[in-house]
T-cell receptor, first 114, second 111 residues
Framework: NAGVTQTPKFRILKIGQSMTLQCTQD?????MYWYRQDPGMGLKLIYY???????DKGEVPNGYNVSRSTTEDFPLRLELAAPSQTSVYFC?????????????FGPGTRLTVL | EDKVVQSPLSLVVHEGDTVTLNCSYE??????LLWYKQEKKAPTFLFML????IEKKSGRLSSILDKKELFSILNITATQTGDSAVYLC???????????FGKGTKLTVNP
């Protein structure tokens, strides 16, 4: 099992550009999450999904969009990149309710918006 | 609003020391508390605690939860330089299915 994979590892964007951060998991987890982590801060939840076709906002959803067309994939879309979106982005997955909620994390994407 | 507070925010010790990291929380519908270790990249899972007073142990690391006082501690004995990392505490809200993370404790172990 590869676990949770994310691409790209690094990206530099100009203000106003758009991009999609990819996330795939091969553990057949129902739940998937996107977090951002700013320096010296914990993880803040952007969006999450409890299953294919279902997504919901987390703590800091503004400026982002997600979709969940399959169990495996949970891409995160930035439409108009802003410097405030410079951060490290982590995707995670878990079995979800009733089976504990240990989240397995991907390696992260470091995004810089200039 | 759910909240997780970790202390201290940073800690510098020498190899062989014992450290205690603290995590206090306020959450509606508590389900579990999790500890993660984050080195350069993604957080890796250490422990999940759901019941009060039961110690989870893995080698030199151990953790315990006090649901009455709403806190947990993570102990590391005989620290090694490889223990240097940020340790994250997270609490699961059983109603929302979400984890709320603290800011983490940055541990530096010097040789």
């Amino acid at each position: 099992n590869a676990g949770v994979t994310q691409t790209p590892k690094f990206r530099i964007l100009k203000i106003g550009q758009s991009m999609t951060l990819q996330c795939t998991q091969d553990m057949n987890h129902n739940y998937m999450y996107w977090y951002r982590q700013d320096p010296g801060m914990g993880l803040k939840l952007i969006y999450y999904s409890v299953g294919a076709g279902i997504t919901d906002k987390g703590e800091v959803p503004n400026g982002y969009n997600v979709s969940r067309s399959t169990t495996e994939d949970f891409p995160l879309r930035l439409e108009l990149a802003a410097p405030s979106q410079t951060s490290v982005y982590f995707c995670a997955s878990s079995y979800g309710q009733g089976l504990g909620n240990e989240q397995f994390f991907g390696p992260g994407t470091r995004l810089t918006v200039l | 609003e759910d909240k997780v507070v970790q202390s201290p925010l940073s800690l510098v010790v020498h190899e062989g020391d014992t450290v205690t990291l603290n995590c206090s929380y306020e959450v509606t519908n508590f389900r579990s508390l999790l500890w993660y270790k984050q080195e350069k990249k993604a957080p890796t899972f250490l422990f999940m605690l759901t019941s009060s007073g039961i110690e989870k142990k893995s080698g030199r690391l151990s953790s315990i939860l006090d649901k009455k006082e709403l806190f947990s501690i993570l102990n590391i004995t005989a620290t090694q330089t490889g223990d240097s990392a940020v340790y994250l505490c997270a609490v699961e809200n059983g109603g929302s299915e979400k984890l709320v993370f603290g800011k983490g404790t940055k541990l530096t172990v010097n040789p």
